[in-house]
T-cell receptor, first 111, second 110 residues
Framework: AQRVTQPEKLLSVFKGAPVELKCNYSYSGSPELFWYVQYSRQRLQLLLRHISRESIKGFTADLNKGETSFHLKKPFAQEEDSAMYYCALSRLTDSWGKLQFGAGTQVVVTP | DGGITQSPKYLFRKEGQNVTLSCEQNLNHDAMYWYRQDPGQGLRLIYYSQIVNDFQKGDIAEGYSVSREKKESFPLTVTSAQKNPTAFYLC?????????FGEGSRLTVL
């Protein structure tokens, strides 16, 4: 069965510092990977997905199949990046909305 | 206001009672999903439906039931058979590549 691991429950960084949220997965097939974000008092929403290869709000994530990782990075954290971040995996052979979520990482950016 | 509407936001239930959580969407999406969110565990899939009149069990379907009689609606019933129903429930719908979530319903069993 597939599994998504986010090893950090809480990540505290200073404004302007780089931030990296780790995500590792276990799945023998070809996965589709996503990062979802939940800002305070807002709905959970898609941040980015690996298949798009885009940068959203300065965040990027590269799928490393060798290391089975999909870490989320931003070179200069902003206070508005404070939120809960979830890494999620979908099997390409399945309903794509059947997501396997990690436990989430709370990011706190302090001025 | 478009999107996913869940109701009620807060619900209290006595043990032994069934409760139904409502989920409505006006995004014209075929697929709809129910997830359960517990602290420290992320989200886990309860049920999903890819088309009207069809639905499938997710990873933790025991003690739950759903129906999909209309494209816009996907209600979730938490039955008395669910051993630990106190949780935050999220409904979602989507197209390929993106899920749109509701604001959630918090169920507390007294």
């Amino acid at each position: 069965a597939q599994r998504v691991t986010q090893p950090e429950k809480l990540l505290s960084v200073f404004k302007g510092a780089p931030v990296e949220l780790k995500c590792n997965y276990s799945y023998s097939g070809s996965p589709e990977l996503f990062w979802y974000v939940q800002y305070s008092r807002q709905r959970l929403q898609l941040l980015l997905r690996h298949i798009s290869r885009e940068s959203i709000k300065g965040f990027t994530a590269d799928l490393n199949k060798g290391e089975t990782s999909f870490h989320l990075k931003k070179p200069f954290a902003q206070e508005e990046d404070s939120a809960m971040y979830y890494c999620a995996l979908s099997r390409l052979t399945d309903s794509w909305g059947k997501l396997q979520f990690g436990a989430g990482t709370q990011v706190v950016v302090t001025p | 206001d478009g999107g996913i509407t869940q109701s009620p936001k807060y619900l209290f239930r006595k043990e032994g009672q069934n409760v139904t959580l409502s989920c409505e969407q006006n995004l014209n999406h075929d697929a709809m999903y129910w997830y359960r969110q517990d602290p420290g565990q992320g989200l886990r899939l309860i049920y999903y439906s890819q088309i009207v009149n069809d639905f499938q069990k997710g990873d933790i379907a025991e003690g739950y039931s759903v129906s999909r009689e209309k494209k816009e609606s996907f209600p979730l019933t938490v039955t008395s058979a669910q051993k630990n129903p106190t949780a935050f429930y999220l409904c979602a719908s989507g197209l390929t590549g993106e899920l749109f979530f509701g604001e959630g319903s918090r169920l507390t069993v007294l």
